[in-house]
C-alpha cells in the first residue's frame, strides 16, 4: 500500500543537539514533499517544501530536508536544536498518482529539554 | 485575522446526533480540504474541493459523512448518527494551487459520549 513512514515516533534532545527524522515513502512517479509541524496548542504549519530541483531545501528556523529520490526519502534536520523546537513534525506526500490528497506520517514528537 | 477559520472549535456531542462543522478557507483559495486526526496520527485525507465541486472523497468517508461546499467558499462537514469512533480531530485547509501545499485551520475537536 501507498504510505508515508516516518521511523521515530518519539525523539528526545538536549538543547543544542543535532536533529534528524527519517521520513520515507512507498509512492511512485512524481511526488511533491513537505514536513509540517505542530507547535503545542497551534495549528499545522509548513516547516518546508520540495517540488523540483536543488533536492536540499531549507525552511524556516534553521530546517532544511534532503529528497534522495533513489531511497524514496525526504529527512528533516537541524543542526541544533533549540527548546522553542519542542513539537509535533510531520512528513507529508503529495503524489502524481494518488489523486488531489496531500498525504501524512504518522508524525514524530520531538521534545527538546534545556 | 485571514487565515483558515473552523467553527465551533469543539463540539460534545451524544451518540447517535447529528454534527456540523464549518470551515472558512482562505479568501483566494478555490481548494479545500478535510481531514481528520486521531491522538498519535497524522492527518487522514477526507475530501477535497476546487471550488464548489467534490472531486476526491477517502474510502475514510462512510455514508454518515457529508461535505458541501455550495458556492465556492465555505464548506460544512456533516456527520449524521453520530458514534464514539468518530471522536476526532477534524482539520481543513485551503490551498491556491494543486502543488499540496496547504494552509491549515485550527481544527474543531469532536467528542461523542
Known amino acids: 500500500a501507498q504510505s508515508v513512514s516516518q521511523h521515530n515516533h518519539h525523539v528526545i534532545l538536549s538543547e543544542a543537539a543535532s536533529l534528524e527524522l527519517g521520513c520515507n515513502y512507498s509512492?511512485?512517479?512524481?511526488?511533491?514533499l513537505f514536513w509540517y509541524v505542530q507547535y503545542p496548542g497551534q495549528h499545522l504549519q509548513l516547516l518546508l517544501k520540495y517540488f523540483s530541483g536543488d533536492p536540499l531545501v531549507k525552511g524556516i528556523k534553521g530546517f532544511e530536508a534532503e529528497f534522495i529520490k533513489s531511497k524514496f526519502s525526504f529527512n528533516l534536520r537541524k543542526p541544533s536544536v533549540q527548546w522553542s523546537d519542542t513539537a509535533e513534525y510531520f512528513c507529508a506526500v503529495n503524489a502524481e498518482r494518488s489523486g488531489y490528497a496531500l498525504n501524512f506520517g504518522k508524525g514524530t514528537s520531538l521534545l527538546v529539554t534545556p | 485575522d485571514t487565515g483558515v477559520s473552523q467553527n465551533p472549535r469543539h463540539k460534545i456531542t451524544k451518540r447517535g446526533q447529528n454534527v456540523t462543522f464549518r470551515c472558512d478557507p482562505i479568501?483566494?483559495?478555490?481548494?479545500l480540504y478535510w481531514y481528520r486526526q486521531t491522538l498519535g496520527q497524522g492527518p487522514e485525507f477526507l475530501t477535497y474541493f476546487q471550488n464548489e465541486a467534490q472531486l476526491e472523497k477517502s474510502r475514510l468517508l462512510s455514508d454518515r459523512f457529508s461535505a458541501e461546499r455550495p458556492k465556492g467558499s465555505f464548506s460544512t462537514l456533516e456527520i449524521q448518527r453520530t458514534e464514539q469512533g468518530d471522536s476526532a480531530m477534524y482539520l481543513c485547509a485551503s490551498s491556491p494551487h494543486g502543488t499540496g501545499e496547504l494552509f491549515f485551520g485550527e481544527g474543531s475537536r469532536l467528542t461523542v459520549l
Open positions: 509512492y511512485g512517479g512524481t511526488v511533491n
Open positions: 479568501s483566494e483559495h478555490n481548494r
